[in-house]
């Protein structure tokens, strides 16, 4: 932060800001660019501002975004179809080659068992790009839910852009009505989120 602070006023700002983005708040996304001179131009100032409006789309309080991927067994998947079914859906992004995803699945796999009867789904979207990889992880790590899928793309996975994934995991938590409720819930907290709905 002190960093991009510093070189606000020169193309390093912007470029430094981009490349670490999901190290920043999204308010401090907003100042730091709104704090850029209108007269420094910079390829990466323009990416910033898309980031920040990807961003804002998915902020709690917003519809989720719907889309259409390919599940496991090469069948059309889309988000709408779950949504409004359950009373929660957690839409979980990660890939069999991402450690910390593998790390999060058991604590993934112990809400979903305690909580499937209560009204949750989970949808996970992998940034795989490998089938049989993919497929192996889901069997391997126990995620025993039905939709997971795919469009094989790696980290241009179409579902990921939409929801400005820059990262994983991530998660995006959202309610029966077709809002986004919560972003990015830290698994040793997801229960006392599904709780405050589910109950």
Partial sequence: LDFV???IDNPVGPYVLYM????????????????MPNELKSAYKILVVQYIKGLEITEPGQPFIDFT???VNGEDFTLSSVIGKSKIVILDFWASWCPDCRKENPGLVAVYNEYKDKGLDIVSVSFDTNAEAWKKAIADDNL??????S?????????????????????VVIDANGLIVKKNVPMDRMKEVLNSFLN
């Fill in 20 to 35: 670490y983005k999901w190290m920043f708040s999204l308010n401090d996304l907003r100042n730091l660019h709104e704090a």
């Fill in 151 to 171: 469009d094989l793309k790696g980290w241009g996975n179409a579902a990921g852009a939409l929801y400005t994934i820059a990262y994983i995991p991530q998660n």
């Fill in 144 to 149: 025993s839910w039905k939709n997971h899928v």
């Fill in 69 to 71: 991927q390919k599940d």
């Fill in 5 to 7: 602070k510093q070189n």
